[in-house]
């Protein structure tokens, strides 16, 4: 047996869950590791000695928070090329190319990804609180979608990439299981508006995307010319807006010009497929995903929660 499949059978419990989490989510602050692996703990001491441990193995590293939140500083961790190789033998998660390097993790690019942890973070702690089922490793990151073919597979408009696809089960009042999908956008109102638009107009073309057999080659797909999602997803998942990085009421004005640049988009209001909505990542964390927090992209702008039954109902109409 190879060296480090030893290293890991030799880790406590913690330290073996946290790989996959620093693998699978790239870099994580203290305080949202904490929040996820150890919440029923008052202070992250023995967390920490895990991670300390992982660094002194060479499995991971940290580097400081550009930004540290009321002038403090805080450590945010990613895993090495090692640990990496030792999830990817484990099998646990999904292997990725992706490789965070020391210069990304102490990037501009920091705020953006923890935005997107402290997204599915807040999925995972109201399923802790309503007895649903999201876990640390329910999202996935930067998952890419293919939406045209053809010989240019590096073309700006050949894929859309999500910033997260998230799964969560959710327990009905007559006790029904009920298995739901998102594709995650999160903005941080760095972007502007109409190119988020733009990425919106993707989810619904993803949703009508087709694949062709390339010449000469047999297309596999025994169902013939189905859309491309339904190799991948059991349903076409939900789109979530997850707004952040500015005062509520210019997240407010942010969400009205989404909405407004939607509305020009031919592709976005006719599909029958999409169900996307709007929210911030305060409402989010503080009410839950099941108040109404979320406003439609399209039609009347109606609250509604994630679920988005109104913006389907008028979606089909």
Not at 111 to 124: C, K, P, Q, S
Not at 194 to 215: D, V
Request: charged share 25%.
């Amino acid at each position: 047996m190879s060296q480090p499949i030893d290293r890991r059978a030799a880790l406590p419990r913690l330290a073996q869950q946290l790989l996959p989490v620093l693998y699978q989510h790239r870099l994580l602050a203290t305080s949202q590791l904490h929040q996820l692996l150890t919440p029923h703990t008052r202070r992250p001491v023995y967390l920490l000695r895990q991670l300390c441990l992982l660094r002194s193995l060479g499995l991971a590293e940290a580097t400081v928070r550009r930004n540290g939140r009321m002038g403090r500083s805080e450590l945010l961790w990613y895993i090495t090329p090692l640990g990496s190789e030792i999830v990817e033998r484990s099998g646990e998660v999904t292997a990725r190319a992706y490789r965070i390097s020391p210069q990304a993790a102490a990037s501009q690019l920091q705020e953006h990804t923890l935005a997107i942890v402290d997204t599915g973070l807040a999925f995972a702690q109201w399923a802790r609180e309503l007895g649903d089922e999201c876990g640390p490793l329910d999202w996935e990151p930067e998952l890419a979608h293919r939406i045209r073919d053809g010989e240019n597979r590096l073309g700006d408009d050949a894929f859309f990439i999500p910033d997260a696809v998230l799964r969560y089960t959710r327990t009905t009042e007559d006790g029904r299981r009920q298995l739901l999908t998102y594709f995650i956008e999160v903005d941080r109102a760095t972007m502007q508006v109409a190119r988020l638009g733009r990425k919106l107009s993707a989810y619904a073309r993803y949703a009508s995307y087709t694949a062709q057999a390339s010449p000469g080659r047999h297309h596999n797909n025994a169902s013939g010319n189905r859309e491309a999602w339904r190799d991948r997803y059991p349903a076409f998942p939900r789109l979530l807006v997850v707004l952040t990085g500015a005062p509520a009421h210019a997240l407010a004005r942010r969400a009205d010009d989404l909405r407004a640049v939607a509305d020009t988009d031919p592709r976005l209001r006719r599909t029958g497929m999409l169900a996307a909505g709007i929210t911030t990542l305060q409402q989010l964390c503080q009410e839950g995903p099941f108040a109404p927090i979320v406003t439609p992209v399209t039609g009347s702008g109606g609250p509604t929660d994630v679920l988005l039954a109104s913006s389907k109902a008028e979606a089909a109409t």
